[in-house]
């Protein structure tokens, strides 16, 4: 800058007196250079780019530029002169002048450089922000401020806009749901929002200038500070868009997984760069699950027994397991990318190719969990029966179809061996010559013989797909269904083997008595039910024949005993009308007729008498089976001593000796033993000829509970030739006149003993005497 | 097959010379002896001390009893459907005609008077085990605790 | 006793039997045992209830000293007999002796139930039964004490 009338001159320059030039040549001189100087200083004045204004102590206007000109809208000869306060309303002319209290220097000290911020007015009164740079000028007119002014409007609206952008980025930066840090080329962090808090779990204050290293300690800064040899836009242009993964760090030394997107931000401090830290623990779990999952899939399809093979939509497959391999005789890598037509030539390929058109969960939704059976073509050429099972697949590459390939060349050799086998048994079941029913689990008939339509009267066709309950109304079907809880198999291990009585129903409505037997079918379809059955109406009917002739017996037998009783007892009253009358006819006739009479008498009295006697003893046989009591515990000593009391006059008469050893516990009627012991050693007193009666009775045991009683004499004896004999009804061995009886005495023994359960035989020497055996069941041993 | 006869008699003396008789007509009787008419019903029904007492065949029944008289235990017996059936038979000192009606009333089976004398009782006796403990049918209800 | 005036102690006797020859047979056997014995028969139920009652031509039919009652009567069901007479209460006290073929406990039983006063069972043999009869009159009217012919509450008939 340039005093108007001075050299130019610095400003430690010492002044130049103008009063040294008063010389007119040097004058003339001076003002040659002057101007010369002037012209110079006019021409760097005229070419600032800024406005320049020069201003006195008075704060008037003594130079200016053609910039001032145009920033404030003046001319030149109307700003020359003004006071600079009327297009700068206020600022650095009062603190000049305020500033007089220091030196120009000191005051300037703390301008120069600083640019002060003011506000311009023009012409037209219109306002705009200025920054002047001041300096001072040494001129003969004084100190002279030269101000370098510049319109900072576009700055000023630049910082406006600037600060307008903060502040909506500020918002921005709050409302985000990212944690969001501003990062300086220091790399430290100069903003920051409430999620960068939250997240790092930081106070905004606690991280502002920190280093984003402490709570990013790996990535981007150190890429920053490497990539400041390029420009940070370089670099970034790489990360834009792409988020970066790294590990953060909170405050609380806890790391979280975190994906960064980088953006540049332009500042005044230069680029700066927005990190939006996004926590991805969420993700990064998913992420591990799914490559779980997806190791686990990996692992599942490899250890897959089946052949599995997922092809997309291509028809080309993009996965396989080592089975589809080994079966297909091919590598891997040969058949990744193939086309699966190649290894199954038709099926499942076309289906999905033609069923592009509608999604392939349409398509599969048919062949989910239906297998479709194909043939498959190894390496080599040769083909192989396959069944198919598909399934989708959702991937990022679309919808695939997994496949799960079986072979079935051996089920087929099965189902071969199967069908034959139905076959051989389709034969036996025709050649059966019982009715043989297949039922299935629902109770329904799948299969049945020739046999079987001629029992029930029906066609074959009319039988099948029957529920078998419409031929067996009852009994098996039911124990099938009710038996669905648990396994046919164990509701029949308890049939099998034993025949079950049913009732079969013909077509015509007409039933019939049959015996079941069933046994357990496996098949493709489950456990079926054989059931062969039998006619047994013939059996049945013999049945009933012979249970109806043993009832018949039965009461036959009854009415013999009723008769027996009945005759025994009706006979008695004529009987005893003819007997005692004849007796009173003997009593008080007796020698007042003839002989004859009294013949004729007698005999009519003893025939009397014997009938008595014989219907008397008969009554008693009779009544040894309708009058008999339970069998009981009883001494067979007491009844021993009770028959001998009965005999009491018998054996005095005859001097008899009855001995006996001790006698057992017995089960049985306590007055029929009587009668037994009663009529045996009666018999034995009785049957002598001359000798005094000697009887012995006794017992052995005879196996664990029976006994066998003996009944010795020393009688007559009695001929082996009528050992059976003796025990008929009324059989006698003697003549009525020599021994008195009907000859019914054995034959009630024997009855008694049968009665008993036991059975009664005798042993005889003629002339040596006899020995009855008899048995009887002893009683239960008590525990 | 021993029968059972229930003396009821309140008289020892007359207990005794009542064992005497029928032990000379019939061993195989068991008489048992109840001394007045409370311990008879008791031996009947089988109560307290009498639990396993015998059901009488007969029952020989004196009418004059200390606590509960003859005529009592007599019409306790026949009003009883199980006891009604054993034939009772009025064994006492009385001739009353009163006495007499009123048993049979109360529907005793027989009234005996007893004699005096004691072979006249002795064949009393006789001809009471001759006539009811060996031709007169008894009634064979049902028996417990015999063999 | 009185019977008519008469100081001879006469027992009368109601046989109820339907069997004539056994009517004769315990006439005779009666005849043995005692003398003094009359004996009365009624054939059936019907005219053992009208004797006793006093019916008909049985008006003046005596009061029995004892009944002897056979089981197997016709017309009217035997047992009915000895119920009617024990249900009746003026001739429940003569003594009944139930006296028949039939040895059937229930038969033994029952009549005991029905109050009868004692059961003997006819013996087949002739001789038998007359013992037997000599018994019963041992026992019954001789020994053993009935109640009187006529008892105070009942009209004395002639």
């Not at chain 1, 250890?303 to 089975?323: C, F, H, K, S, T």
């Not at chain 1, 069923?355 to 498959?376: K, N």
């Not at chain 3, 069901?77 to 139930?98: F, N, Q, S, Y």
């Amino acid at each position: 800058m340039l005093p108007e009338n001075n050299t130019l001159t610095p400003v430690h320059a010492p002044p130049l007196a103008t009063e040294a030039i008063h010389d007119l040549s040097v004058r003339e001189d001076a003002k040659k250079h002057l101007a010369q100087m002037e012209g110079k200083y006019r021409g760097l004045l005229e070419a600032a780019p800024d406005a320049m204004v020069v201003v006195n102590e008075d704060g008037e206007i003594v130079l200016l530029n053609l910039q001032a000109e145009k920033q404030f809208g003046y001319r030149r000869d109307e700003l020359l002169g003004q006071k600079v306060t009327n297009i700068i309303p206020d600022g650095f002319a009062e603190r000049l002048i305020a500033d007089d209290l220091r030196s120009e220097e000191d005051a300037l000290t703390q301008q120069i450089g600083a640019g002060i911020e003011l506000t311009a007015l023009r012409k037209d009164g219109s306002e705009f922000p200025i920054e002047i740079m001041l300096s001072p000028l040494e001129s003969a007119e004084g100190t002279l401020v030269t101000a370098a002014i510049r319109n900072i409007s576009v700055r000023k609206a630049a910082d406006k806009h600037l600060a307008q952008m903060e502040g909506r980025y500020r918002g921005l930066l709050e409302a985000a749901p990212d944690a969001m840090v501003v990062v300086n080329q220091g790399g430290e962090i100069v903003l920051l929002n409430v999620q960068a808090e939250k997240q790092f779990g930081y106070r905004r204050d606690e991280l502002l200038g920190q280093k984003v290293t402490n709570i990013i300690p790996v990535g981007f800064a150190e890429r920053l500070i490497a990539d400041d040899l390029r420009s940070a836009e370089d670099a970034l242009t790489q990360q834009i868009g792409a988020g970066i993964e790294l590990t953060a760090l909170r405050k609380d030394r806890s790391e979280f997984p975190i994906e960064i997107m980088l953006s540049p931000l332009e500042s005044a401090e230069g680029t700066l760069v927005t990190a939006a830290i996004r926590n991805i623990s969420v993700r990064k779990t998913a992420e591990k699950q799914m490559a779980a999952m997806e190791g686990r899939y990996r692992g599942l399809l490899e250890a897959a027994p089946d052949a599995m093979v997922v092809v997309n939509q291509g028809g080309e497959i993009v996965l396989l397991n080592v089975q589809a391999e080994k079966q297909f005789g091919y590598r891997r890598d040969e058949l990744l990318g193939q086309k699966v037509t190649n290894i199954i030539p038709d099926g499942f390929a076309e289906r999905l190719i033609a069923d592009d058109l509608r999604t392939a969960e349409d398509a599969l939704a048919q062949q989910i969990g239906t297998g479709i059976e194909l043939t498959a073509l190894r390496k080599d050429g040769s083909e192989f029966p396959i069944e198919l099972m598909l399934s989708p697949l959702e991937s990022a590459e679309g919808t695939l179809v997994t496949a799960a390939i079986r072979n079935i060349s051996v089920r087929r050799k099965a189902d071969e061996h199967l069908a034959q086998m139905e076959g051989r048994y389709r034969g036996l079941l025709e050649a059966a010559p019982d009715a043989m029913v297949v039922v299935n689990q629902a109770g329904e008939i799948v299969l049945l013989n020739v046999q079987a339509e001629k029992q029930f009267e029906y066609s074959r066709d009319e039988l099948i797909g029957q529920k078998v309950k419409n031929i067996i109304p009852q009994g098996f079907a039911e124990r099938l269904l009710a038996d669905g809880l648990r396994s046919a198999e164990e509701a029949l291990a308890q049939q099998i083997g034993t025949g079950i009585e049913l009732h079969g129903r013909r077509k015509n409505g007409s039933e019939f008595p049959i015996e079941l037997m069933l046994s357990p079918l496996e098949s493709a379809e489950g456990t079926l039910i054989t059931a062969a059955i039998r006619d047994i109406t013939t059996r049945k009917r013999a049945e009933s024949h012979l249970l109806q002739k043993v009832e018949e017996l039965n009461r036959s037998n009854e009415e013999l005993q009723q008769f027996a009783n009945i005759a025994s007892h009706d006979l008695q009253e004529p009987l005893r009308m003819v007997a005692s009358y004849t007796q009173l006819l003997s009593r008080r006739y007796k020698g007042k007729l003839d002989t004859d009479a009294d013949e004729f008498i007698a005999f009519a009295v003893d025939g009397a008498s014997r009938m008595q006697r014989l219907i008397h003893d008969l009554l008693a046989y009779s009544r040894v089976g309708t009058k008999g009591k339970e069998l009981l515990n009883t001494s067979s000593e007491n009844a021993l001593q009770q028959a001998l009391l009965n005999l009491r006059g018998a054996v005095e008469d005859s001097g008899a000796l009855v001995t006996h050893d001790p006698l057992p516990m017995v089960k049985a009627d306590e007055m029929q033993l009587t009668q037994l012991f009663q009529n045996l050693v009666g018999n034995a007193i009785k049957y002598q000829r001359s000798e005094i009666p000697k009887v012995h009775i006794s017992a052995a045991m005879d196996g664990e509970d029976k006994w066998n009683f003996s009944v010795k004499d020393n009688g007559l004896g009695i001929d082996p030739q009528y050992f059976e004999k003796i025990f008929g009804m009324f059989q006698r061995l003697h003549k009525r006149e020599e021994f008195a009886g009907t000859g019914i005495g054995l034959a009630i023994c024997k009855k008694i003993v049968e009665r008993h359960g036991g059975k009664i035989s005798v042993e005889s020497r003629p002339e040596y005497g006899s020995t009855f055996h008899f048995t009887l069941a002893g009683i239960e041993r008590r525990s | 097959m021993h029968k059972e006869v229930l003396l009821v008699e309140d008289s020892p003396g007359d207990v005794r010379l009542t064992q005497e008789a029928f032990r000379d007509a019939n061993k195989s009787i068991r008489l048992h002896v109840a001394a007045d008419g409370v311990e008879a019903m008791a031996f009947l029904k089988r109560e307290g001390a009498h639990a396993y007492a015998p059901r009488p065949d007969m029952i020989l029944l004196d009418l004059n009893l200390p606590k509960m008289d003859g005529r009592e235990v007599l019409a306790h017996i026949k009003a009883d459907s199980v006891l009604k059936t054993i034939p009772t038979v009025i064994l006492t000192t009385s001739e009353a005609e009163t006495d007499i009606v009123k048993s049979y009333q109360l529907q005793a089976n027989c009234y005996l008077t007893k004699p005096v004398q004691f072979d006249e009782f002795a064949s009393l006796v006789k001809i009471i085990n001759d006539f009811w403990l060996t031709r007169v049918k008894l009634p064979l209800q049902a028996v417990s605790g015999q063999e | 006793m009185k019977s008519n005036g008469s100081d001879f102690k006469g027992i009368d006797v109601l046989l109820v039997e339907d069997s004539p020859g056994d009517v004769r047979l315990t006439q005779e056997a009666f005849r043995e045992a005692n003398r003094s014995i009359k004996l009365h028969v009624a054939v059936d139920g019907v005219e053992a209830m009208a004797f006793l009652k006093r019916e008909g031509g049985h008006a003046h039919a005596p009061r029995p000293n004892i009944i002897l009652l056979d089981l197997n009567l016709p017309k009217m069901d035997d047992r009915e007999v000895l119920a009617h007479i024990k249900a009746d209460g003026d001739l429940k006290t003569i003594p009944t002796v139930i006296l028949t073929t039939s040895g059937s406990e229930a038969d033994v039983l029952k009549s005991y139930q029905l109050r009868a006063n004692c059961y003997l069972s006819k013996p087949v043999e002739l001789a038998a039964f007359e013992n037997l009869v000599k018994r019963i009159n041992d026992f019954w009217l001789t020994k053993a004490q009935l109640p009187p012919h006529e008892q105070s509450e009942t009209e004395i008939s002639h």
